[in-house]
């Protein structure tokens, strides 16, 4: 590579247009055709092949010896073995420093598909594939050098096809004889992270015994059972310095939970149980801001074992109370807050972000302290506060103060209060309640966001604009002309159309925020019940509309062909007065019916 890069500076200075295309001859050539040879020098220390993508985190092949120990001189059988895979890449490294040069040589078995290749200054230090042909295993001996390490340990780097790939994988360590025994997780590389020490597989799922006991659990839903698809289940139990964990839900990508100081993501202590093609990596990881996980290189966890059954993906792992030698692993003595979250993986990349709002614990818990069996919210308080507000103002007071403001003016007009007509002050009282709920209601997500949020949609767009006229509403009321007035059929008219445009975009604005992850309502109960209490509510002004007109076509008399009116409006109205009382305490009944089953379900999420 030196010589080329030589080349290609020399002829850039002498034939600049030369030098561009032999630049672009050389990096096409290395993109599309990869190295099907086999011809691999340049990934000795990293082995990572040049494919442009990442590698996958849970390897499908496996490495063998025949031995364990070794003197130097000595062969040890390696065989590399797994489904059909077209490349690959051995070498041995000092098991206490993975990042070391490659040690020993290898002797061929089959030249036909793999070939020798020096690393470094030690001869035939590592073999790799000779064509992109199918292999299911490959079988070489590795010669100990005459100055060997304590522990050796064998890695691969196997590919299935050009963008599936695994970097680094482990075999078992081999040591010369009373060599102690290695602490070295088995991968430290960054571009491929997986279990550390033994992995196992789960014969059975978890279950709830010993939460609140032996355990601390944090479910979701309140006490439900693990066996079941819908739970969301946590479980911490100290055993001496250590934490055994466990974690399941249904998930077909990932579940991940993680320590914080805060309710906000953002450095924390986070682990990842990740689906890669029906196997499960465990990872740890560490969350800076809203940004996807930094994947540790190195692992701290231990015991590790998973299953994956009828689409509830679970597993559970062990780690040190304390780990001083991590970065970013909090001590788990202490307390913090508690997320648990969901999402999708793509195959072989990277995970998505949750597609719903984590489960986040309302109070900071120390897991190893007295045992809890705790729920959590998906729902930030602010965020239910609301929401709760919200529907309070829009379900219940705007609504009951507009049907008593168009159909019970006629009826209270003779009586009053405080020196103003019933109708009037029940109206007002309701519609300035409706101000204060809605502008107090408002502010709420702007604290909690810190700010206008970019991934709520319409939402908080129309939710500017219901404010907006609301405000407007008793501004312009407080400048209405006098009953008599020649405008003041033109303020009734412009005091109707705001008020009935701010009540379309406020059902609207509902209807949007009821799905967002912040709040994510049960689907589509949420939507069916909305529009329940839309057509309640049409329902209701519908028939007091039709009420209304029977009134007046009961007083009319024909004579003459001459329809004369006998009685006014507002005395036909008023002969009405049962029924619409009637009618009114049903309606509020039904409005406080959908309000308390809208604030239940917020307050289950």
């Known amino acids: 590579m030196r010589c080329v890069c030589f080349v290609i500076m020399w002829v850039q200075m002498e034939l600049p247009g030369l030098a561009f295309a032999v630049w672009m001859f050389i990096c096409f050539r290395v993109s599309v055709d990869g190295y099907p040879n086999g011809k691999v020098r340049e990934a000795c220390a990293s082995m990572v092949p040049c494919h442009g993508s990442s590698p996958k985190l849970s390897p499908e092949h496996v490495i063998t010896v025949n031995r364990t120990e070794f003197k130097p001189g000595e062969s040890v059988e390696v065989q590399l073995s797994g489904p059909d895979f077209e490349g690959f890449f051995i070498q041995a490294r000092d098991a206490d420093d993975l990042d070391s040069p490659a040690v020993g040589s290898f002797v061929l078995v089959d030249r036909r598909h793999s070939q020798l290749l020096t690393c470094g200054r030690t001869m035939n230090s590592a073999v790799s594939h000779t064509s992109k042909a199918k292999k299911k295993v490959v079988k070489v001996y590795w010669i100990a050098p005459g100055v060997a390490p304590k522990r050796v340990r064998f890695l691969a780097t196997v590919v299935k096809k050009y963008k599936t790939f695994w970097v680094k994988i482990p075999g078992p360590d081999v040591s010369q004889p009373n060599a102690p025994f290695s602490t070295t997780p088995l991968y430290t590389t960054s571009e491929a992270v997986s279990t550390s020490h033994s992995v196992s597989y789960l014969t059975k799922p978890f279950n709830a015994s010993g939460c609140g006991n032996t355990k601390f659990c944090l479910r979701n839903p309140s006490n439900c059972d693990p066996e079941s698809a819908s739970c969301f289940f946590l479980s911490f139990r100290q055993e001496k310095r250590s934490v055994v964990i466990e974690m399941s839900g249904a998930s077909e990508g990932y579940l991940a939970f993680a320590l914080s100081y805060d309710q906000w993501m953002g450095d924390d202590d986070a682990y990842l149980c990740i689906n890669k093609d029906h196997h499960v990596s465990v990872s740890t990881a560490y969350l800076k801001g809203r940004s996807p996980p930094v994947l540790d290189s190195k692992n701290a966890l231990e015991d590790v074992s998973w299953r994956l059954a009828d689409g509830v993906l679970q597993c559970s792992f062990r780690r040190n109370i304390s780990l001083p030698t991590y970065k970013g692993r909090f ?30 614990t ?20 602010l965020i239910k506060a609301h929401g709760a507000l919200m529907f309070v ?15 019970f003016k006629p009826v209270w007009s003779h009586s009053f209060l405080f020196g103003k007509e019933i109708w009037f002050q029940v109206h007002r009282m309701l519609m300035l309640t ?12 702007f604290i909690y966001r810190g700010g206008w949020s970019k991934q709520a949609g319409f939402h908080p767009y129309l939710g500017c604009t219901v404010m907006a006229l609301t405000i407007f509403q008793p501004l312009m009321a407080g400048f209405r002309p006098s009953p008599h007035a020649p405008r003041r059929q033109l303020f009734n008219w412009f005091h109707w159309s705001i008020g009935t445009t701010a009540r379309i975009l406020a059902v609207v604005t509902m209807f949007l925020g009821m799905d967002l992850p912040a709040l994510d309502l049960p689907d589509p109960w949420d939507t069916y019940t909305m529009i ?16 209304s007109y029977y009134l007046i076509r009961k007083v009319e008399l024909i004579e003459d062909d001459r329809v004369q009116i006998l009685q006014s409006l507002t005395s036909a109205e008023a002969e009405g007065n049962l029924f619409k009382q009637i009618v009114l305490t049903i309606y509020i009944c039904g409005n406080i019916i959908f309000l308390v089953a809208f604030l239940a379900a917020i307050n289950q999420v």
Do not use: C
Not at 341 to 352: H, K, L, T, V
């Open 532 to 547: 329940g209490f839309v057509a309640w509510h049409v329902g209701t002004d519908a028939l007091l509309e039709i009420h």
């Open 331 to 360: 001590n788990m003595n202490v307390s913090y807050y508690i997320f648990l979250a969901d999402g999708e993986a793509s195959e072989g990349g990277p995970i998505y972000k949750h597609h719903r709002q984590p489960l986040i």
């Open 393 to 407: 103002a829009w379900i219940s007071t705007v609504s009951i103060g507009v049907v008593v403001a168009r159909f």
């Open 362 to 381: 309302n109070g900071m818990y120390n897991v190893t302290g007295i045992p809890q069996d705790i729920g959590g919210s998906r729902s930030p308080r």
């Open 434 to 445: 409706t101000i204060m709920l809605t502008s107090f209601s408002f502010v709420l997500p």
